[in-house]
């Protein structure tokens, strides 16, 4: 009779919990704020939800001009939703928006 080295045994449980686990890991996406300069010139915070922050500019932009193209919305920025940005230069931005 065949018996498994203890080492062996871990390595294949612990393959075994990742196959488990990394499907839960794969659907992890974040959610992105951005702030869409309408053609009007006001602000508006458009949330979108993608695997990584980073993309999320250049993924609402696409968005918007498929959405509705020629009405020229454009991204300007967007931030992730767990991260902490400034009220204040938020208020003063508004402010200097032209109307």
Do not use: H, N, Y
């Not at 080295?5 to 839960?24: D, F, I, Y």
Request: hydrophobic share 40%.
């Amino acid at each position: 009779m065949q018996t498994m080295k203890p080492v062996a045994g871990l390595a294949g449980l612990g393959l075994c919990l990742l196959g488990l686990l990394s499907p839960a890991l794969a659907d992890e996406r974040e959610m992105a704020k951005c702030a869409v300069r309408q053609a009007d010139g006001t602000l508006r915070i458009r949330w979108i939800e993608i695997d990584e922050v980073r993309e999320a500019q250049r993924a609402l932009q696409r968005f918007l001009d498929q959405e509705a193209p020629g009405e020229g919305r454009q991204v300007e920025r967007c931030i992730g939703a767990r991260q902490i940005f400034s009220s204040a230069q938020a208020r003063a931005a508004e402010r200097s928006t032209p109307r």
